[in-house]
């Protein structure tokens, strides 16, 4: 196992070329290179540690430098406060692991995700910092782009309520409406998953997948994704999508990736912590609810701050959602239903009125939470239509209540609104199909 040692000069020279050998007995490792990261208090003028020794002006620029002018398996860090703290060391981390290391320390192990190659098909993953970001609305929007310019998708998606077995949904077949989310709901499905939410609004072939835990790095502690991909190999589609699920990311090899991050998250998990590494494996960064009252003054400026100090080159997007329900409702007087702040609704709902030809009567946002959901829902006036997200409770609370009134149900997704984003989503989808039919072009396979 090839290694690259981090050092620094607040230890004596013998400690740490003892120390090495050590390491290289006890982990099997051989040390090709040493990163030293400053600190100069006991260490000498022209000291050998008998390595190619990289420095540069901070820390991380030179764990950065050695990792690629060495390919390593290892980053076995040997240094300590008050070189590194916490931050530099999360940040190394994240180098290590998108350069497909292991990152070791003392007391602890970080290993890089296992990705598995996705066979046959050009593919791209939406993956995010968080869970409400707006990932699978980004996903959706994603699958109907190249629907319309005919790349044929498919979208594999993991959910923390997937099937026990992976689930394929025509969405072009099948009129996926409130009788057939209420059926799901009654086989004991979990009827508001994102697989079902794709399917419904997007109308393209969805296989429905489930993941539980989520590391550090993103990898599941268990998943059916790889199942999901063999069947996904075998459909009639042209280009595969696969979404990820809150912060945890599907197990596989993709062309590209793009990263969802919301501008109402503390910078530090956009780009600190191990956000860094996903900022690391990305294509493009697209930042949703760049707006106020979503995002306070200043903070997307502070976000594309930390971002290029991680990754300089990495294309970033702000956007905002806006509703757009999946079926007429010109007319209608509508109770509005969402995951979206109170904060917001206001602006979301005179949004429907001036596009869609609707009146919005009634608005809640607690539809991730059934008791205040039960309790706004009471307290609304007499409506033509619900029209809600798929989430959450929108099939066991929201669809239910207007089946059980005789009234309509209408479902609404939410697109993200940014200059360049399609251009930007259809550049990475034309690489993906080049990469894959004529050789790599620079693809990011960690």
């Known amino acids: ?11 004596y020279p013998p400690v740490v070329l003892d120390a090495m050998r050590r390491v290289e007995e006890e982990l099997g490792a051989r040390g090709v290179a040493a ?20 420095a540069a002006e901070d820390p991380v620029a030179a764990v950065r430098e050695a990792l690629e002018r060495y390919g390593v398996e290892a980053v076995v860090d040997l240094s300590d406060e008050p070189v590194v703290g916490y931050r530099e060391r999360m940040r190394i981390a994240s180098l290590a692991l998108a350069a497909g290391a292991r990152y070791v320390g003392s007391d602890f192990e970080l290993r890089p995700p296992e990705m598995h190659p ?6 791209l993953a939406v993956i995010g910092t968080g869970k409400r970001v707006g990932k699978t609305a980004v996903t959706g929007y994603l699958a109907r782009l190249l629907d319309r310019e005919g790349f044929r998708p498919a979208v594999v998606s993991m959910g923390r309520g997937g099937p026990p077995e992976p689930e394929v949904l025509e969405g072009h077949r099948l009129e996926v409406g409130s009788d057939y989310l209420l059926r799901a709901l009654e ?6 998953s994102d697989y079902y939410e794709t399917a419904a609004l997007s109308r393209v072939t969805t296989v429905g997948c489930r993941r539980c835990g989520g590391g550090l790095a993103g990898e599941p502690f268990v998943s059916n994704v790889l199942e999901g991909t063999r069947i996904a190999a075998g459909l009639d589609t042209g280009i595969t999508i696969f979404d990820g699920s809150g912060a945890a990311i599907p197990p596989v090899a ?19 912590y191990l956000g860094a ?24 400026d502070e976000i594309l701050r930390r971002v290029r100090e991680v990754r300089p080159d990495l294309p970033v997007i702000p956007a905002v959602f ?9 007319g209608l007087r509508v109770a509005y239903v969402s995951t979206a702040p109170a904060s917001v609704l206001e602006r979301l709902a005179g949004y429907l009125e001036e596009h869609c030809g609707c009146e919005v009567v009634a608005a809640s946002g607690n539809l991730s939470d059934r008791k205040k959901l039960a309790a706004d829902l009471a307290g609304m006036p007499e409506v033509d239509a619900y029209l809600t997200e798929i989430k959450a409770a929108a099939v066991d609370v929201v669809t239910r209540r207007g089946a059980a009134e005789g009234r309509r149900v209408v479902y609404c997704d939410n697109d993200p609104v940014a200059g360049g984003l399609d251009e930007a989503l259809l550049k990475l989808a034309r690489e993906a199909l080049r990469e894959t ?6 693809g990011r396979g960690v």
């Open 1 to 11: 196992m090839r290694a690259l040692f981090l050092i620094d000069g607040e230890h």
């Open 277 to 300: 590494y996903r900022l690391l494996i990305s294509d493009l960064l697209v930042l949703t609810m760049a707006e106020e009252p979503m995002a306070a003054p200043g903070r997307v």
């Open 118 to 123: 996705v066979q046959g098909k050009p593919s």
């Open 322 to 330: 806006r509703p757009r329900p999946v079926e007429d409702v010109r």
């Open 35 to 54: 990163a030293f990261l400053g600190g100069t208090e006991k260490i000498g003028e022209g000291t050998d540690y008998g390595l190619p020794l990289v």
């Open 254 to 272: 993709v062309n590209r990736r793009v990263l969802v991050a919301g501008a109402h998250q503390d910078p530090e998990y956009v780009a600190g």
């Open 187 to 192: 086989r004991g499905a979990h009827a508001a």
């Open 437 to 442: 039919d004529g050789g790599p072009v620079g």
